[in-house]
Nanobody
Framework: QVQLVESGGGSVQAGGSLRLSCAAS????????MGWFRQFPGKAREGVAA???????SYADSVKGRFTISKDNAKNTLYLQMNSLKPEDTAMYYC???????????????????????WGQGTQVTVSA
């Protein structure tokens, strides 16, 4: 069982930055794929960024060049650095983990929310204009 706890959300003005953290109860170095998702009210969760055990990354087009996913295996923590935030980034952000082996590593940009079995409780990000 993997427990994930997000932190770092908050309120910021447009153009500002936030760094989200996701602390894992297991070694993040052993997790094949981890991702950040966000959910707008009344909408399904959408992928924001993902990273595999080798450090390969994938990003949604809407955040490319602004967000950076990374992890520190020594601290068992996943991060999402969010720069140049826009009001449309306002959402609940979740981290997720998957022991998917080569399948998720080879298909990192196509792994869906339904494929991830382990989720954090979410952290709210609010960006004002």
């Amino acid at each position: 069982q993997v427990q994930l706890v997000e932190s770092g959300g908050g309120s910021v003005q447009a153009g500002g930055s936030l760094r989200l953290s996701c602390a894992a109860s297991v070694s993040t170095g052993s997790i094949d794929c981890m991702g950040w998702f966000r959910q707008f009210p009344g909408k399904a969760r959408e992928g924001v960024a993902a990273i595999d055990s080798g450090g390969s990354t994938s990003y949604a087009d809407s955040v490319k060049g602004r967000f950076t996913i990374s992890k520190d295996n020594a601290k068992n923590t996943l991060y999402l650095q969010m720069n140049s935030l826009k009001p449309e980034d306002t959402a609940m952000y979740y981290c997720a983990a998957l022991y998917g082996g080569n399948w998720c590593r080879w298909n990192l940009d196509r792994v869906r929310a339904d494929d991830y079995p382990y989720w954090g409780q979410g952290t709210q990000v609010t960006v004002s204009a």
